[in-house]
């Protein structure tokens, strides 16, 4: 694993649709993943998506990988406020070693 | 099912002194974790352990060691703390039978060292 890029900061209104980028660049990992921390707490799995797979959709979240651009996004749905925390999004290699990206503060305005 | 514990919750130091964090998992695990969360560099691995009785470097080893005292713990020491250690940690484990293998991650360790 290398690096795994994120932006900083992210701001919506509820309601609105959050999408969070992360770039990587290990053409070898086998899984990509998507946690989210809330203040004071650990992380927690949100989603995965297996290297072979462009789109997997679970109740509000969607995610995109591009392959070939090593791209990764995370779309939330409806962002409500209970959603406003870091995710960080991290590739998997080397069996179970992770790397993970510096998490994106997401910011969901009444 | 507890998950993934980790004592204490928070600590202060002084540069010098040692301490030991502790970590343990009641979900059967083979594998297990020691990260460090700095502000905008994600989480980085201290240390990780593949199965009972085996403890492997991460990419930031220095200034620890860790010991895998059974299946279930994986403590992490610091025998002389320095500034540059203020961190969070974070213990995970994994080893699940199914296909991610998913790393599941305790609550953390707020250490700061003076």
């Known amino acids: 694993g290398e690096d795994v890029e994120q932006s900083l900061f992210l701001s919506v209104r509820e309601g609105d649709s959050s999408v969070i980028n992360c770039t990587y660049t290990?053409?070898?990992?086998?899984?990509l993943y998507w946690y989210k921390q809330e203040p004071g707490a650990g992380l927690q799995l949100l989603t995965y998506?297996?290297?072979?797979?462009d789109m997997k959709q679970d109740q509000r979240l969607t995610v995109l990988l591009n392959k070939k651009d090593k791209h990764l996004s995370l779309r939330i749905a409806d962002t409500q406020t209970g959603d406003s925390a870091i995710y960080f999004c991290a590739e998997r290699w080397a069996g179970n070693m992770l790397t993970f990206g510096g998490g994106t503060r997401l910011m969901v305005k009444p | 099912n507890a998950g993934v514990t980790q004592t204490p919750k928070f600590q202060v130091l002084k540069t010098g002194q040692s301490m030991t964090l502790q970590c343990a998992q009641d979900?059967?695990?083979?594998?297990m974790y020691w990260y460090r969360q700095d502000p905008g560099m994600g989480l980085r691995l201290i240390y990780y352990?593949?199965?009972?009785?085996?403890?492997d470097k991460g990419e930031v080893p220095n200034g620890y060691n860790v010991s895998r005292l059974n299946k279930r713990e994986f403590s992490l020491r610091l025998e002389s703390a320095a500034p540059s250690q203020t961190s969070v940690y974070f213990c995970a484990s994994s080893g699940e039978a199914g296909v991610t293998d998913t790393q599941y991650f305790g609550p953390g360790t707020r250490l700061t060292v003076l």
């Open positions: 290990d053409s070898s990992s086998t899984y």
């Open positions: 352990s593949a199965s009972e009785g085996t403890t």
């Open positions: 979900m059967n695990h083979n594998s």
């Open positions: 998506i297996f290297s072979n797979m």
